[in-house]
C-alpha cells in the first residue's frame, strides 16, 4: 500500500522495523507476524527518526541516454514519524 501511494521510504523503514521483509506484498494486515494492536503498540512507543534518501530524477536534460550527462542523485532528509503510521494501522482495522 505505502508503495502504491509512493511512499517507499516509510515502506522501506516499516520492514525494517517490524524485521518483515516482503511486508509490501500484503493487503491490510495480513502480512503482520503479531496481532495488530502489539504492532501499533510499538510503533507508538518508537521515537520519531530521519533517514536519508536518495533519488534519481528520470527526466533530466537533454536526451535520456546522453553518456555525457552524469545522473544527477537528489539527497534528502526523510521524516519517520511512527506514531502516524500507526494511525494508519488503525485505519486498517476498521475496513
Known amino acids: 500500500y505505502m508503495?502504491?501511494?509512493?511512499?517507499?521510504?516509510t515502506a522501506d523503514w516499516l520492514e525494517r522495523f517490524l524485521?518483515?521483509?516482503?511486508?509490501?506484498e500484503y493487503?491490510?494486515?495480513?502480512?503482520?507476524?503479531?496481532?495488530?494492536?502489539?504492532?501499533?503498540?510499538?510503533?507508538?512507543?518508537?521515537p520519531p527518526t530521519s533517514i536519508v534518501v536518495q533519488s534519481i530524477p528520470r527526466n533530466r536534460a537533454g536526451s535520456g541516454n546522453n553518456p555525457y550527462l552524469p545522473?544527477?542523485?537528489?539527497?534528502?532528509?526523510?521524516?519517520i514519524v511512527p506514531q502516524r503510521i500507526a494511525l494508519r494501522v488503525l485505519d486498517c482495522t476498521l475496513e
Open 27 to 46: 493487503h491490510g494486515l495480513d502480512g503482520l507476524r503479531e496481532p495488530w494492536r502489539m504492532t501499533v503498540t510499538r510503533l507508538f512507543a518508537e
Open 3 to 9: 508503495r502504491t501511494c509512493r511512499d517507499t521510504p
Open 71 to 79: 545522473p544527477k542523485v537528489l539527497t534528502m532528509a526523510f521524516d
Open 19 to 24: 524485521e518483515l521483509p516482503g511486508l509490501n
